[in-house]
């Protein structure tokens, strides 16, 4: 069964950096693709970025382009995804996910196109 853990959350001030990393163990049946999503206190989780398998594509929510860049290195079986420029609303607990290559690409921003879940990592930004 296929495993994700977080890491590389805390505490940044507003224009700071910080780069969150998503490892994956266990096995997986087919080829795969990842994402980042986001969930503030109150808040429904959303959407933050989404890569392909081979990391030939990559998917962005509005806010975080040109400031956040997803990536991802197969043969360590790890995601990551830079956060530069970061800002008070960037605030929110952090979740990686992934899913079947196929059937991510045909939605890559919907939650439901994910089968596997980390635990997540805050990240909070002051002003």
């Known amino acids: 069964q296929v495993q994700l853990v977080e890491s590389g959350g805390g505490l940044v001030q507003a224009g700071g950096s910080l780069r969150l990393s998503c490892a994956v163990s266990g096995r997986t049946a087919s080829p795969y693709a990842m994402g980042w999503f986001r969930q503030a206190p109150g808040k429904e989780r959303t959407f933050v970025s989404a890569?392909?398998?081979?990391?030939?594509?990559?998917y962005y929510e509005d806010s975080v382009k040109g400031r956040f860049t997803i990536s991802r290195d197969n043969a360590k079986n790890t995601m990551y995804l830079q956060m530069n420029s970061l800002k008070p609303e960037d605030t929110a607990v952090y979740f990686c996910?992934?899913?079947?290559?196929?059937?991510?690409?045909?939605?890559?921003?919907?939650?439901?196109?994910?089968?596997?879940w980390g635990q997540g990592t805050q990240v909070t930004v002051s002003s």
């Open positions: 996910a992934a899913g079947a290559a196929g059937w991510v690409r045909s939605s890559p921003t919907s939650r439901e196109r994910y089968g596997t």
């Open positions: 890569i392909s398998w081979d990391g030939g594509s990559t």
